[in-house]
């Protein structure tokens, strides 16, 4: 699936422009129409910053700070460990490198518990599951917020990371919505 997901990013990425747009008029209006109706800057959403060849989620929380929403980025605490929160104002100034080649907002940054997830994968089911890269932290995440409070989770990628069905253990959470570069996928409600 990995080589599958860069295989796609790459083709995308010949045609930078139609890849962001494609962003900006599907892949964002469907993540706006699976938000809480709440007032936009009570929402928190949490995503990522892009690992190699990820769906340019930063972009997405960009726009999606600019509509007035907060943003946030995981923090990796440890093994085993659900994944911690801090607010993202939108500026690359305030990333810091991490672990796993990626970045996190500056430790001064407030922590938070985010209200929806942009969440990985490398590949999405329609049984409501996502492959992640198997270390369970966005497993042991939902599991964590969805004990505390209602919380959506909404997988991030490619629809080219499609497969009829993804093997899942009795820890795995599902996802409620997947979106990609197309829109939203339908899957079947529980």
Request: aromatic share 10%.
């Amino acid at each position: 699936m990995l080589g599958k997901r860069q295989e796609v990013y790459e083709a995308l990425m010949k045609r930078p422009e139609e890849y962001y747009n494609q962003l900006e008029t599907r892949t964002l209006q469907a993540i706006l129409a699976l938000l809480p109706p709440k007032p936009t800057s009570e929402v928190v959403i949490s995503g990522f910053y892009p690992i190699n060849s990820e769906i340019d989620c930063a972009f997405l929380l960009k726009r999606l700070i600019s509509l007035g929403y907060r943003a946030a980025l995981p923090v990796v605490t440890g093994r085993q460990q659900p994944l911690l929160f801090r607010i993202w104002n939108g500026e690359d100034s305030n990333l810091v490198e991490a672990e796993f080649h990626t970045k996190i907002p500056h430790p001064s940054c407030a922590e938070c518990d985010p209200d929806v997830l942009l969440v990985p994968f490398l590949s999405f089911a329609s049984n409501q599951m996502r492959l992640g890269y198997g270390g369970g932290y966005y497993d042991r995440t939902l599991t964590s917020l969805r004990a505390r409070k209602q919380v959506c989770a909404i997988g991030l990628g490619f629809a080219a990371q499609y497969l009829e069905e993804t093997p899942f253990s009795a820890s795995d959470q599902p996802v409620d919505a997947v979106v990609t570069e197309e829109g939203e996928w339908t899957l079947p409600r529980s």
